[in-house]
Structures are given as structure tokens and as C-alpha cells.
């Protein structure tokens, strides 16, 4: 098992910025290849960012490509996800997920464990 906790979120104005943080715990994290992804109100689960065991590999989603930037502490078993100039679009829950499978760190469902989800909301 691998237990998630996301910080970071809150209420924001377009252009602005904020950093997500997950903590984990449990298995070694150092395993786990981990992604962020959002849910909006009505809309499906998106892929954000995802980051490789040893952090050499990241892959964006397009619309997050440029402004957001993943990145993992092993030593301290934490991913974090900085959002830069944010806009109105970006508002969702953002969830943290573990995986072991890096072929396809987009797809949602190659994930085994996930956070409670953290809420970001950028006002116009």
C-alpha cells in the first residue's frame, strides 16, 4: 500500500501561482513513477503531469506544457506540481497517483494508488 496526502490548493487569481505537494508513505516510494491529474465539476479525469522513479523523465499534458512543472524528492517521498500562470481553466480537484507502469503515465487507470484530492480554484 501507498498512502497519498495532497496540499498546496486553494483559491488563486488568473495569472497568479501555487505548488501542490504529496506526501507518501508506505511502500518504497522510489518504486512508484507518480502523476498528477484533475477533475473539473462535469468533466472526465485529466492527466497534468506524470514523473519517472528517479525523475529523469516528465511528460505534460499540452494544455499544462510551459507553465506547469512536476518534480519528486525521493529522500523526502514527495512529488510536487508547480502551477504557473493559472488561469480560469485550470480549476479542479488535482489528485496524486502512484503507478508502476511508466509505459503509459497518461492513462488514469494504470494507477494503483491515488490521494484524497486537493481543490485549486483561479479566479478571473
Known amino acids: 500500500q501507498v498512502q497519498l496526502v495532497e496540499s498546496g490548493g486553494g483559491l488563486v487569481q488568473a495569472g497568479g501561482s501555487l505548488r501542490l505537494s504529496c506526501a507518501a508513505s508506505?511502500?518504497?516510494?522510489?518504486?512508484?513513477?507518480m502523476g498528477w491529474f484533475r477533475q473539473a465539476p462535469g468533466k472526465e479525469r485529466e492527466f497534468v503531469a506524470a514523473i519517472s522513479w528517479n525523475g529523469g523523465s516528465t511528460v505534460y499534458a499540452n494544455s499544462v506544457k510551459g507553465r506547469f512543472t512536476i518534480s519528486r524528492d525521493n529522500a523526502k517521498n514527495t512529488v510536487a506540481l508547480q502551477m504557473n500562470s493559472l488561469s480560469p481553466e485550470d480549476t479542479a480537484v488535482y489528485y496524486c497517483?502512484?503507478?508502476?507502469?511508466?509505459?503509459?503515465?497518461?492513462?488514469?487507470?494504470?494507477?494503483?494508488?491515488w490521494g484524497q484530492g486537493t481543490q485549486v480554484t483561479v479566479s478571473s
Open positions: 508506505g511502500r518504497t516510494f522510489s518504486n512508484y513513477a
Open positions: 497517483a502512484a503507478t508502476r507502469n511508466w509505459f503509459t503515465p497518461q492513462v488514469w487507470r494504470n494507477y494503483n494508488y
